[in-house]
């Protein structure tokens, strides 16, 4: 199977601002065959953000950027040997220019194959997030972690994330190491596996990924399966340090609205929640984004970047951006693809509706 890929599917109209495009193509070409290894302290050419790490959406603007308006340069940028069309292995020559020296941000999101290759690696641990059971067996090597060993309530307000104390207990006895790189997988889609990312991250856990498609991606890749179910080998496990700024209260979230009719809030808001619920009562200045609007429900993977970016394109990257749904646990599929996508702070409401739809609470509620 030939690896050409024609320059019209770049999936943009070359047509539609061919100047603004030509020119920034031409000024990505000169990064692409003039970079050099980054050293500390210089910009990464593949760094758009300028945070310092380069993203996966920040890969894929680049060979984007690269394939569009070829048709207005001798050569084409991008077409490295001036054959006519861009083939794989020169996306891959541009990609790692541009990648060469820089820091890329830890994975948030990891595929089967990824998991595959990297199973045996004795610094890796993989947490079976599935609540109903572990029917037709398990990963290998995984301990199970049911997501409401993770749940508290909290202030009157059930199913919130436990303190590190409750956590350090929890966690001991599932067997988790304090320095492993956790994978965590479910039962695609569903949205408890993403909740024991954030919880785990928010604990203070420093490498914890999830796993795109869950056990069904892994059996279906054919990879092997354990039978039974998974247990659990007690390791002590010591909190490192809770990240507050992962969570946040109604308080919180009412101080940064600012003061009615909300319009100068210091932060931007995504409700997870169906469109009917976001129809009966939301928070003011929300933008309503069904959680499984984030995965595709026939295979359980999440959507191709493209889209979840075309998904939240309303939202700044740049400014917080505070998630919640009924009681916080859909809201962390919003997190993970927020962050996934690089937005800059993403936060979840833990307590969310059932703590700010509490008309005795006092918070206003808006209806569309």
Same mark, same amino acid.
């Given at each position: 199977?030939?690896?050409?890929?024609?320059?019209?599917?770049? $999936?943009?109209?070359? &047509? /539609?601002?061919? $100047?603004?495009? #030509? #020119?920034?193509?031409?000024? #990505?070409?000169?990064?692409?065959?003039?970079? +050099?290894?980054?050293?500390?302290?210089?910009?990464?050419?593949?760094? !758009?953000?300028?945070?310092? /790490?380069?993203?996966?959406? %920040?890969? *894929?603007?680049?060979?984007?950027?690269?394939?569009?308006?070829?048709?207005?340069?001798?050569?084409?940028?991008?077409?490295?040997?001036?054959?006519?069309?861009?083939?794989?292995?020169?996306?891959? /020559?541009?990609?790692?220019?541009?990648?060469?020296?820089?820091?890329?941000?830890?994975?948030?999101?990891?595929?089967?194959?990824?998991?595959?290759?990297?199973?045996?690696?004795?610094?890796?641990?993989?947490?079976?997030?599935?609540? =109903?059971?572990?029917?037709?067996?398990?990963?290998?090597?995984?301990?199970?972690?049911?997501?409401?060993?993770?749940? !508290?309530?909290?202030?009157?307000?059930?199913?919130?994330?436990?303190?590190?104390? %409750?956590?350090?207990?929890? #966690?001991?006895?599932?067997? @988790?190491?304090?320095?492993?790189?956790?994978? *965590?997988?479910?039962?695609?889609? %569903?949205?408890?596996?993403?909740?024991?990312?954030?919880?785990?991250?928010? @604990? $203070?856990?420093?490498?914890?990924?999830?796993?795109? =498609? =869950?056990? +069904?991606?892994?059996?279906?890749?054919?990879?092997?399966?354990?039978?039974?179910?998974?247990?659990?080998?007690?390791?002590?496990?010591?909190?490192? =340090?809770?990240?507050? %700024?992962?969570?946040?209260?109604?308080?919180?979230?009412?101080?940064?609205?600012?003061?009615?009719?909300?319009?100068?809030?210091?932060?931007?808001?995504?409700?997870?929640?169906?469109?009917?619920?976001?129809?009966? $009562?939301?928070?003011?200045?929300?933008?309503?984004?069904?959680?499984?609007?984030?995965?595709?429900?026939?295979?359980?993977?999440?959507?191709? @970047?493209?889209? &979840?970016?075309?998904?939240?394109? /309303?939202?700044?990257?740049?400014?917080?951006?505070?998630?919640?749904?009924?009681?916080?646990?859909?809201?962390?599929?919003?997190?993970?693809?927020?962050?996934?996508?690089?937005?800059?702070?993403?936060? *979840?409401?833990?307590?969310?509706?059932?703590?700010?739809?509490?008309?005795?609470?006092?918070?206003?509620?808006?209806?569309?």
């Amino acid at each position: 199977m030939s690896d050409k890929i024609d320059y019209v599917k770049s $999936g943009m109209s070359v &047509l /539609q601002g061919a $100047g603004r495009r #030509l #020119l920034s193509s031409i000024s #990505l070409f000169l990064a692409l065959i003039s970079a +050099s290894p980054a050293v500390a302290g210089e910009e990464c050419p593949g760094d !758009a953000d300028g945070n310092g /790490q380069v993203v996966v959406s %920040e890969m *894929v603007r680049a060979v984007r950027n690269a394939l569009d308006g070829c048709e207005f340069v001798p050569g084409c940028v991008g077409d490295v040997n001036c054959d006519g069309t861009v083939s794989v292995s020169e996306l891959v /020559q541009g990609v790692n220019s541009l990648l060469n020296g820089c820091p890329v941000a830890d994975d948030l999101v990891v595929g089967v194959a990824w998991l595959r290759v990297n199973l045996g690696d004795p610094n890796l641990q993989v947490v079976d997030a599935r609540v =109903g059971g572990f029917p037709g067996g398990h990963i290998p090597g995984a301990l199970p972690l049911n997501p409401y060993e993770l749940a !508290a309530t909290v202030e009157g307000i059930p199913v919130q994330v436990i303190g590190a104390s %409750e956590a350090e207990t929890l #966690l001991s006895a599932v067997g @988790l190491r304090s320095d492993a790189t956790v994978v *965590v997988y479910g039962d695609a889609p %569903e949205f408890d596996p993403t909740r024991v990312v954030w919880a785990l991250r928010y @604990l $203070g856990h420093p490498d914890v990924r999830y796993l795109d =498609g =869950g056990f +069904s991606a892994w059996v279906g890749s054919g990879a092997v399966v354990a039978a039974g179910d998974p247990t659990r080998v007690a390791e002590p496990y010591t909190v490192q =340090g809770v990240v507050e %700024e992962l969570r946040v209260t109604g308080a919180w979230v009412l101080e940064n609205l600012g003061p009615a009719p909300y319009d100068s809030p210091l932060i931007q808001v995504v409700d997870a929640r169906s469109a009917g619920e976001f129809a009966d $009562g939301h928070i003011p200045t929300a933008l309503s984004r069904d959680w499984n609007l984030n995965i595709d429900s026939d295979t359980g993977l999440l959507f191709p @970047l493209v889209e &979840l970016e075309q998904l939240y394109l /309303q939202l700044d990257k740049s400014v917080t951006t505070v998630v919640y749904c009924t009681a916080g646990w859909r809201a962390s599929v919003a997190w993970l693809v927020l962050t996934y996508l690089g937005f800059e702070d993403v936060r *979840v409401y833990d307590g969310s509706w059932l703590e700010w739809g509490d008309t005795d609470r006092g918070f206003p509620i808006a209806t569309p």
